[in-house]
């Protein structure tokens, strides 16, 4: 059973429904586990939320609330969540933190939302399966 989940995500459909099915993974030991959703800011997107909200405290604020639904559904099942945003490219700054604390399962969608970057640098589910110490599950 896992009980400490990391669930990256992106806002993608693929990533809902891999919030989704966590939910129902856990669902019979939902009182056990914890799900931490991971969100990873590469730099051009931190830069124009920056620009777009004025200052670095307001759009963090703003990616925090862009969670706080979801946040509240997976709670709404009766399993803790969490959220935490984190800076750099996605791939690496997911491996590295995922590594670094202890985790029972990474879960992550199949695909982001672009699929330009996915096509020229491989998706970020794929490097997770291949470097994350931890088991990875991947949800289509």
Known sequence: MF???LLATDGSEHSKRAIEQTIKMVSPYKDQVKIELVYSV???KSKNDVLKHGDSHTATA???EKFLDTIQHIESQGVKAEVTLLHGEPAETLIEYANE???DCVIT????????????LGSVSHKLVKYVKAPVIIVK
């Open 3 to 5: 009980k400490n989940i």
């Open 42 to 44: 590469d730099g051009e």
């Open 62 to 64: 703003k990616r925090k």
């Open 101 to 103: 604390n202890d985790y």
């Open 109 to 120: 969608g199949s695909r982001g939302k672009n699929k330009f970057q996915t096509l020229i």
